[in-house]
């Protein structure tokens, strides 16, 4: 694997030849929704660092899960379906790779070191579906910054259910690239010390198991359950930063099924239409939603702009008056000359509730927006703030949506128009305090404020 890059497009034209329509990949979270659906939840999880003196890792894993017909979203993957034949399945994505120095408390063991980030990789994956089980293949090759590694998976999924309870072990064994340990495990001629050698791993193989399962406790509510085990090859193992050949880890979580809805829609799934103008805010979030405060460029002229489509995914939810829609958005920061100007994306799912007793008169709707943001550059008033504070920054955060708005047909009069919304509203970005790897372990980010329009066609 030397030669990686050159390898995995050969590689990779051999998998799109096999590509299908399910989900494909060694994910764990792929079989948590079916072949088209949405859901939503959070995973706390808990490993053994393989970093010498770096103890157990905790993290949390906010689950935003997709799946469509042609793309899907897994919180930590994105990508498209491909499906050439009947009994194949194919993925084409980008997922972000969990590897990397502890953020918060570096050990004493990489004190000095390069910090080794955590990577994004490009992925091509298929799979066969038989009655003993399935079957899969991925390669994956880093294009972010980090190690400009390569690996190649081989694995096999078995499915199974029993009344509530469905699980879903696996086994997979990776050729990982010397880059790829070189850079996560290995000691750089500059980096070494009396008590740390230079060391490269070079490439190896990876065995490891894993056992997953979930518990439908409710119609529409599961708990999850997990346990990994990996042996590192032995040229990992045997780095003067590495404490262990095994690398372990559980988690456990809850998750709620978007899909299909519990009821039918009453009409044809419209297409809904928002787009919003907003300008930076040094308050905080919550305190914007409860409108204790509404101040906007008290530090910089930063503004946003957003066009967005969604569709309903439940209407009436048990039969309150509760709806959830999907959103996925583009946003373009205006930086006010104090950096480029840059694109957002966002993708999250939007409970409204509208059961005020001034419906009949006056519909009135509070959504509550959840997801994810990828952001081109980072938001000028996030690297004010985080940097501040000496804490890092990411591109990926999750965002938060909290609006208030009323019909316009409602306030005009007319009838046709009492589907199309005017309000305010919040886009805010954050790392849920620091917890999550996903999110860069940021703790912190921006708000702006904003006003829109929305309606359905």
């Known amino acids: 694997m030397r030669r990686a890059p050159l390898r995995l497009v050969g590689l990779a034209a051999a998998a799109l030849a096999l590509a299908g329509g399910a989900a494909a990949s060694s994910d764990p979270y792929a079989p948590l929704v ?19 003196g770096a103890g157990t890792r905790a993290d949390f894993l906010p689950l935003y899960l997709y799946e469509g017909p042609a793309g899907f979203l897994r919180s930590q993957s994105v990508g498209l379906k491909l499906d050439p034949a009947p009994g194949w399945a194919g993925e084409f994505f980008l997922r972000r790779r969990f590897e990397g120095f502890p953020i918060d408390d570096v050990p004493a063991s990489l004190a000095g070191m390069g910090r080794r980030e955590y990577g994004v990789d490009l992925g091509l994956a298929a799979q066969a579906a038989f009655a ?88 529409r509510w599961r708990l999850l359950v997990g346990a990994t085990y990996a042996r590192v090859p032995q040229g990992v193992a045997a780095s003067p930063v590495v ?58 002229d930063t503004s946003v702009s957003a066009f967005e489509v969604g569709r309903p995914l439940v209407e009436r939810l048990n039969g309150w008056p509760l709806d959830i ?24 799912v939007k409970p409204y509730f509208y059961g005020f007793p001034w419906d009949a008169r006056l519909r009135t709707r509070i959504g509550w927006g959840v997801g994810l943001s990828y952001a081109r550059r980072i938001p000028f008033t996030e690297v004010r703030h985080l940097a501040a504070r000496g804490r890092p920054t990411s591109r990926l955060l999750n965002t938060f949506d909290p609006t208030i708005d009323v019909s316009v047909g409602d306030l005009l009069g007319e009838r046709r128009l009492r589907d199309t919304f005017v309000g305010v509203g919040v886009s805010h970005r954050s790392g849920i305090f620091g917890t999550a790897r996903l999110l860069g372990n940021v703790s912190g980010g921006s708000n702006y404020i904003y006003g829109y329009v929305e309606t359905s066609f």
């Open 243 to 300: 404490q262990r050949r095994t690398d372990s880890g559980i988690l456990l979580g809850a998750l709620y099924d978007l899909s299909p809805p519990p009821k039918p829609l009453t009409h044809e799934r419209p297409l809904i239409v928002r787009a919003y103008h907003g300008a930076s805010s040094e308050c905080d979030v919550m305190k914007i939603a409860t409108f204790r405060c509404t101040t906007v460029h008290t530090e910089d």
């Open 132 to 219: 003993w089980g399935t079957p899969f293949a991925e390669v994956l090759h880093d294009v972010s910054s980090a190690s400009r590694g390569s690996e190649l998976r081989l694995g096999l999924r078995v499915r199974g259910q029993r009344g509530r309870l469905a699980f879903w072990p696996q086994a997979t064994l990776a050729l990982r690239s010397a880059r790829l340990n070189d850079y996560y495990y290995g000691v750089r001629p500059e980096e070494a010390t009396p008590g740390r050698p230079e060391h490269r791993p070079g490439r190896g193989l990876q065995p490891e198991i894993g056992l997953y399962a979930s518990y439908a406790v409710m119609d």
């Open 34 to 52: 079916g072949p088209t659906g949405a859901a939503i939840g959070a995973v706390a999880i808990a490993e053994r660092s393989l970093y010498r």
């Open 325 to 348: 829609a999907g959103f996925v958005g583009l946003l373009r920061h205006h930086e006010a000359g104090l950096q480029p100007d840059f694109w957002q994306v966002n993708a999250y």
